[in-house]
């Protein structure tokens, strides 16, 4: 017998697979096996009335067979998936069909439980509620008085509402209601949240209060209703007692507890202001009332004592924001190394510190705190920009020295995307399994935490920064986020934490970090991404480019009547440059096309040099941004590459963007150049306020801390 045909084998040439598919089933035309395996490649060539014949035919098969059926229902919910979105809530009419077709075609009970069963598994693998809603209705329709089925089907119900007045939400709410009336909370094995969720959820507050002290309100979503509302007149500081010194030892735990106290007030009441003459003199007053608490008093180990280091470390941040000028935030790093020197086991301290060095682009000494965090699992999802949303620009390759994929970008970059898949399969898992289990009081909260990783901004900023890299480096580019469509990418929910450190009223993290639009800046990204890959004959990210090409008109609109973009100066350069590449590439070039593209080059963003003491950062953001656009426009002027049609005015244009693009690679390398030759304590000016208290902590560590950051800014640019 002839060997089948896999998805695997034939997916870089559909075509071939499909005609292999066609001949097989010309002897065997209701194969289920080959028709999946037809309908999947399909689906990657978009062939949509093929598509819709070959689910008419795998429908028609009527097969019963529990692992066809599965295979089937898997195929199809698949190929609808990849070509919508919102992601469809069911796999479709015939579908369903098929599956009770199956059911019914038998008079055994445990058989008929087996087929709904499965098909709720199914379903809630692939999060398409309304089937699994179906399915738990059989299962009701089968057996009447499991409080399970009962449960699930209520919660279900309710997810499937989109109004609270709709017929799912009214439903829902009967059903809650009839389990609270039928007394289920008296089934000592059943779990009996779901009521509660329900009347939280929907508002329902005389339903809520009901269920108050009963089994019902065993959940987070009953809790938090029922928490009191806080009102308060006005944003009132709250006032702290200052304590009676007279009364406390010196030197003893409560009398620095209340220094510590005072020290914070101090510093809320110097925010205000922006005199960076006060904030460096904070800054140095606390970095020695810390020295004095851990040396004189042997208090290193006492976790409060390093609130003072973090007050002026806050302070110098600040002075930062208000003037910047990168010295501080050096000084900042030197303060956090000598925490960290003074106490290894800092998690503040190595978070803050992943922020200075990416902030000051120093990949190398931010790769080395950002292994140290040991960051596993759902935390890539939370704190993993602090380090990866900017890898493409300060580490975009593996510092030469390093050894091993867990120093590797785009390994890193690997697996913290992998962690998204690898988590939401666990929690799909737990979701279908809730019939077994019993625990239906979990399905709201499985079903919101798989919603998190699927519509995860940190997901996607991940996935196009390893894009980047794997095109500079010249590694495998992986297409993470499906559908490819510009809808499922910006449909985002944001899940980082900027709270991972400390707050004394100013936010330090989300300060360096900065904040710009992510949908500004993904439609930046995805925008070149997508111009290369048309270029290229690759296959970009999302396969909609017209519907990226309407945003981009509504952003040039927007740029046009005098709004500002959350963009650097850089970013929406090469999103400029982009907007006009893929109009051409979709639309056709025209002379005023060509005429923005020739105004744009001759007025790019050069980074400025800001030279001495100021010499970091490097400015690299902005120079791979700019050289990664630049080499795009030199692609698509390349009439041997492009789609374009290229005459003598885009070789003309390309010339000048590879004559730029050599320029700003030499700026680039005569800077860090630069910065290698010069003594690096004239960088932490030594010389002032607080770098005299830096200088006071021991000229080993601030000369061992120099020849660190030396060698990081050495790397920074290695491989360019």
Same mark, same amino acid.
């Given at each position: ?5 896999? +998805? ?19 002897? *065997? ?5 080959? #028709? ?76 008929? #439980? ?7 598994? =199914? ?22 008085? @499991? ?18 007045? $709709? ?19 008296? $089934? ?286 010249? =590694? ?27 707050? +004394? ?75 006009? #590449? ?20 001759? @007025? ?5 040099? *800001? ?41 003309? #244009? ?67």
């Amino acid at each position: 017998m002839a060997r089948y045909p896999t +998805f695997e084998e034939h997916k870089s040439d559909p075509a071939k697979g499909i005609k292999r598919c066609d001949e097989l089933l010309r002897k *065997q035309p209701q194969d289920v096996s080959l #028709l999946t395996t037809k309908l999947s490649l399909l689906a990657i060539t978009d062939d949509h009335a093929r598509v819709n014949e070959t689910i008419s035919t795998l429908v028609s098969t009527q097969t019963r067979d529990l692992n066809e059926l599965a295979v089937i229902d898997e195929a199809v919910s698949e190929c609808l998936r990849d070509a919508t979105y919102p992601l469809p809530l069911t796999s479709g009419p015939e579908v369903a069909k098929l599956w009770e077709t199956a059911a019914k075609a038998t008079s055994n009970v445990n058989a008929r #439980l087996d087929y709904h069963s499965l098909r709720f598994s =199914r379903a809630i693998y692939d999060n398409r509620i309304q089937d699994a809603q179906s399915a738990l209705i059989q299962l009701k329709a089968l057996q009447p008085k @499991n409080r399970v089925f009962y449960m699930a089907h209520a919660i279900y119900t309710q997810l499937l509402s989109i109004g609270k007045e $709709d017929l799912q939400s009214r439903l829902a709410l009967s059903l809650a209601r009839k389990a609270v009336s039928d007394s289920f909370d008296g $089934d000592r094995e059943l779990d009996c949240r779901v009521p509660g969720q329900i009347f939280a959820l929907q508002g329902a507050k005389a339903d809520v209060d009901r269920v108050a002290n009963k089994r019902f309100a065993e959940s987070k979503h009953v809790f938090d209703s029922l928490k009191p509302v806080t009102v308060t007149n006005g944003d009132t500081e709250p006032t702290t007692a200052t304590a009676e010194f007279s009364n406390v030892a010196v030197g003893s735990s409560q009398w620095l507890d209340d220094s510590i106290e005072q020290a914070k007030l101090q510093f809320k009441g110097i925010l205000a202001s922006s005199d960076t003459t006060t904030l460096q003199a904070f800054a140095a007053e606390k970095v020695r009332s810390y020295r004095k608490a851990t040396e004189a008093m042997n208090r290193a180990r006492y976790r409060n004592v390093h609130d003072l280091m973090f007050l002026a470390i806050s302070a110098l941040i600040k002075v930062w924001d208000l003037t910047a000028n990168h010295t501080p935030l050096l000084q900042a790093a030197a303060l956090a190394e000598s925490l960290l020197y003074d106490n290894p086991q800092i998690h503040e301290a190595k978070v803050l510190l992943v922020h200075l060095y990416t902030r000051l682009d120093l990949g190398t000494l931010a790769l080395k705190h950002w292994l140290s965090l040991a960051v596993k699992e759902v935390q890539y999802d939370t704190i993993g920009h602090i380090f990866l949303a900017r890898i493409s620009d300060v580490l975009p390759s593996k510092p030469t020295a390093a050894k091993g994929k867990h120093s590797d970008p785009y390994d890193i970059l690997g697996t913290a995307l992998a962690m998204y898949d690898r988590c939401e399969a666990n929690l799909a898992r737990a979701e279908a399994g809730v019939l077994e289990s019993g625990q239906t009081g979990m399905i709201l909260d499985l079903h919101d935490l798989r919603g998190n990783l699927r519509q995860s901004v940190s997901r996607r900023i991940f996935a196009l920064e390893q894009l980047r890299i794997a095109r500079v480096d010249g =590694r495998p580019s992986v297409l993470h986020i499906k559908p490819r469509l510009l809808a499922q990418w910006l449909d985002i929910r944001d899940n980082r934490d900027f709270k991972a450190t400390f707050n +004394f009223g100013f936010d330090v993290e989300t300060t360096l970090h900065g904040m710009p639009d992510a949908e500004e800046w993904m439609l930046c990204r995805l925008a070149e991404e997508t111009v290369r890959c048309l270029t290229s004959g690759n296959s970009p990210p999302i396969k909609d480019p017209d519907q990226l090409l309407e945003k981009l008109d509504e952003l040039a609109a927007k740029r046009k009547e005098g709004s500002s973009l959350s963009l650097s100066e850089s970013e929406d350069f090469a999103l400029q440059i982009s907007h006009v #590449l893929l109009r051409q590439l979709l639309l056709g070039t025209t002379a005023k096309d060509l005429a923005l593209l020739t105004h744009n080059l001759d @007025n790019a963003p050069l980074p400025k040099s *800001q030279g001495p003491p100021t010499v970091l950062p490097l400015r690299l953001r902005d120079y791979h941004d700019l050289l990664s656009i630049l080499d795009t426009l030199v692609l698509c002027t390349n009439d041997k590459k492009t789609l374009l049609s290229a005459p003598a005015e885009f070789r003309e #244009l390309g010339a000048k963007a590879d004559r730029l693009a050599r320029s700003l690679r030499k700026d680039a390398q005569d800077a860090v150049a630069s910065i290698e030759k010069m003594d690096m304590k004239q960088a932490l000016d030594l010389e002032g306020e607080v770098g005299k208290v830096i200088s006071e902590g021991g000229k080993e560590g601030v000369l061992r801390f120099c020849q660190e950051v030396k060698g990081a800014v050495a790397a920074s640019w290695a491989k360019r």
